[in-house]
């Protein structure tokens, strides 16, 4: 039997935060909310979003003996004056303690969302990207988000995209 993973997402305050299994949506707007209506919570154009902070979960590791080389990108185009902002890298990474979710502009999501497949992780595991989940556990946090400038366009879509590596 294959591994059971989905994505989590975490929102709130980072003394109280709430954690929200198997989200159903990346949605990204102007407030810090799980499987977010988008219509709801615009991104006001020269605003950002707010940041999501995302981590992969092996709820059961199955037959399988590791969960590993964790990659995340997104596919389609923003538009013009919007970028996508992440802290998912292939060099120089360090994992991220989880805070409180802002609209500013993002420290830890400080590098441009790759929109392909990236050549290895990007995404690590116990703070590195060669890291392994060997049972049910949780891969380090994924923070994104969108910032714009105020000739942004408002209605453009993205998918977001998650690979793992599974081990039998």
Same mark, same amino acid.
């Given at each position: 039997m294959a591994a059971t993973v989905e994505i989590d997402e975490q929102n709130g305050n980072s003394g109280s935060p /709430?954690? /929200?299994?198997?989200? $159903?949506?990346?949605?990204?707007g102007s407030t810090d909310t799980a499987n977010m209506n988008p219509t709801a919570y615009p991104i006001v154009p020269g605003g950002n979003s707010c940041e999501k902070w995302q981590r992969f979960h092996v709820t059961d590791i199955g037959t399988s003996t590791r969960i590993n080389n964790l990659k995340v990108w997104r596919s389609g185009s923003l538009g013009a004056d919007a970028i996508h902002m992440t802290n998912a890298r292939t060099s120089? *990474? $360090? &994992?991220?303690? *989880?805070? =409180?979710?802002t609209a500013d502009p993002s420290t830890v999501a400080s590098q441009i969302m #790759?929109? !392909?497949? #990236? %050549?290895?992780?990007?995404? %690590? +595991? %116990? &703070?590195?990207? !060669? $890291? =392994? +989940? !060997? !049972?049910s556990g949780y891969s380090d946090f994924l923070v994104h988000q969108i910032q714009t400038t105020a000739t942004a366009l408002a209605g453009n879509s993205t =998918?977001?995209? *998650?690979? *793992?590596?599974e081990t039998a």
């Amino acid at each position: 039997m294959a591994a059971t993973v989905e994505i989590d997402e975490q929102n709130g305050n980072s003394g109280s935060p /709430t954690l /929200t299994h198997n989200i $159903g949506n990346s949605n990204m707007g102007s407030t810090d909310t799980a499987n977010m209506n988008p219509t709801a919570y615009p991104i006001v154009p020269g605003g950002n979003s707010c940041e999501k902070w995302q981590r992969f979960h092996v709820t059961d590791i199955g037959t399988s003996t590791r969960i590993n080389n964790l990659k995340v990108w997104r596919s389609g185009s923003l538009g013009a004056d919007a970028i996508h902002m992440t802290n998912a890298r292939t060099s120089d *990474y $360090g &994992g991220s303690t *989880y805070a =409180t979710p802002t609209a500013d502009p993002s420290t830890v999501a400080s590098q441009i969302m #790759p929109t !392909s497949t #990236p %050549g290895s992780a990007n995404l %690590g +595991i %116990g &703070g590195s990207l !060669s $890291g =392994t +989940i !060997s !049972s049910s556990g949780y891969s380090d946090f994924l923070v994104h988000q969108i910032q714009t400038t105020a000739t942004a366009l408002a209605g453009n879509s993205t =998918t977001m995209n *998650y690979q *793992y590596d599974e081990t039998a």
